[in-house]
């Protein structure tokens, strides 16, 4: 299943990669990250390693994520293991005097909770999810 969602954000791309960049605040902004938890020394850039406590609904689990690639000031993509599998990314473009950020997920859920069935139920939760997160990555960082 791939997921990908993109809003504008009324904020530069500086502003709102300082955002991004802080994967520790992530869960301050996305409602279905309940937790993170550093698994490395490092804290930002490849191979930086956290658990992640999820919950969709009633569903929890944690979200064991290596970051795979780093491009300062323009992207994060990383890589997902434990109960869902997959890879993520999150990208910021300068749009005007405002910021694009596009999030893509490929993620892949076991045969035992229904596989292919699942990420079909799944995928307009999560782009709901992932919509109403970016806007409050955006409130986070918008010019008053």
Same mark, same amino acid.
């Given at each position: 299943?791939?997921?990908?969602?993109?809003?504008? @954000?009324?904020?530069?791309?500086?502003?709102?990669?300082?955002?991004?960049? +802080?994967?520790?605040?992530?869960?301050?902004?996305?409602?279905?990250?309940?937790?993170?938890?550093? $698994?490395? +020394?490092?804290?930002?850039?490849?191979? $930086?390693?956290? +658990? @992640?406590?999820?919950? #969709?609904?009633?569903?929890?689990? =944690?979200? #064991?994520? !290596?970051?795979?690639?780093?491009?300062?000031?323009?992207?994060? *993509? =990383?890589?997902?293991?434990?109960? #869902? !599998?997959?890879?993520?990314?999150?990208? @910021?473009?300068?749009?005007? *005097?405002?910021?694009?950020?596009?999030?893509? *997920? *490929?993620?892949?859920?076991?045969?035992? @909770?229904?596989?292919?069935?699942?990420?079909?139920?799944?995928?307009?939760?999560?782009?709901? =999810?992932?919509?109403?997160?970016? +806007?409050?990555?955006?409130?986070?960082?918008?010019?008053?």
């Amino acid at each position: 299943m791939i997921i990908s969602v993109s809003a504008t @954000v009324d904020a530069a791309p500086g502003r709102v990669w300082g955002e991004l960049a +802080d994967l520790a605040s992530h869960s301050e902004w996305m409602k279905d990250a309940d937790s993170i938890v550093f $698994t490395s +020394d490092q804290t930002r850039g490849v191979g $930086t390693t956290m +658990d @992640v406590k999820t919950r #969709v609904g009633p569903l929890r689990t =944690i979200d #064991v994520v !290596e970051v795979t690639n780093w491009v300062e000031g323009q992207s994060i *993509e =990383i890589a997902h293991h434990g109960l #869902v !599998e997959g890879r993520g990314s999150l990208e @910021v473009l300068p749009d005007q *005097e405002a910021s694009v950020v596009t999030w893509t *997920e *490929e993620l892949t859920f076991p045969w035992w @909770v229904g596989g292919g069935l699942t990420a079909m139920v799944a995928k307009p939760l999560l782009t709901r =999810i992932w919509l109403a997160n970016l +806007d409050r990555l955006g409130l986070r960082v918008s010019v008053p």
